[in-house]
């Protein structure tokens, strides 16, 4: 039997999502607590592998079994074998044609930059954090830039392994809510620290640094030294991945909140 779960972690203790001979990963510690309720190794496959310190409401992954066990004990059961940081929200049996990586359609990050000039505490590893005051229409106006299919390699990590740099961003945009600054991206697939990357170029546009265009020269550029630096890990969250609805698996955000700045204000 083929099932595809979705799983929400804080990446902050984590060195990432893929297997590492410490184990101290989220597919290492999800594949021990799995291979506890099924009484044999489990083997999992995710929609899309995460840095260390990045965060997921609900990534996806499925994995094959032999031991006959109802759905609730592939929530409630793995639960109880996993760390507070990880959970597993709901279970669902697919066909086995299902693969939680290759049948995904689309794929959305959404970023929190805290701006203001002092560093965040209370949400220390949860938010990105810039001091200097950012004008998030202007960033709004440079990603608009990005849509449709490009070269993204000025937004590739050099030890990206993807086949090729060419990706198709569906969606790309900045809204601000007091000291937050939210942004949110959908892709067909993304390359190596992409969305860092955009971020950390948003982020010199929004200081005033560069104008909203030059997200279009960059791209054009093809040249990652030419851009910004890397932005943190710790406000980048994978929101999800979308599937066709014949697959039967909860769609969207499912109802889950990302942490709010004005939630933690007096």
Request: charged share 20%; with cysteine; proline share 5%.
């Amino acid at each position: 039997m083929r099932i595809a779960i979705g799983v929400e972690y804080d990446g902050s203790t984590f060195a990432g999502w893929q297997s590492q001979a410490h184990g101290n990963t989220v597919q290492d510690v999800l594949e021990r607590a799995l291979s506890q309720v099924a009484a044999a190794p489990i083997r999992i496959f995710c929609a899309g592998r995460t840095d260390a310190g990045v965060h997921a409401l609900s990534q996806v992954a499925h994995f094959d079994v032999q031991a006959d066990r109802p759905l609730s004990a592939w929530v409630r059961g793995v639960n109880a074998h996993l760390p507070p940081a990880v959970a597993v929200r709901w279970a669902v049996a697919v066909a086995d044609a299902f693969h939680a990586r290759f049948s995904a359609t689309s794929r959305r990050y959404r970023y929190l930059l805290l701006n203001r000039a002092v560093r965040p505490a209370l949400l220390s590893g949860k938010v990105g954090w810039f001091h200097l005051p950012l004008d998030a229409a202007t960033m709004a106006a440079g990603a608009q830039h990005l849509l449709g299919e490009h070269d993204f390699t000025a937004f590739r990590a050099a030890e990206c392994q993807a086949k090729s740099p060419v990706k198709h961003l569906h969606r790309a945009t900045v809204t601000r809510r007091d000291d937050l600054v939210v942004l949110e991206f959908q892709a067909n697939a993304f390359l190596h620290h992409m969305v860092r990357n955009l971020v950390g170029a948003l982020v010199y546009i929004g200081k005033g640094s560069r104008p909203p265009e030059w997200m279009g020269e960059l791209l054009a550029g093809r040249d990652r030294a030419c851009a910004a630096p890397t932005f943190d890990a710790a406000g980048l969250y994978f929101v999800g991945a979308d599937y066709d609805a014949r697959w039967g698996l909860p769609q969207g955000d499912v109802g889950v909140q990302v942490p709010d700045i004005a939630d933690c204000q007096p």
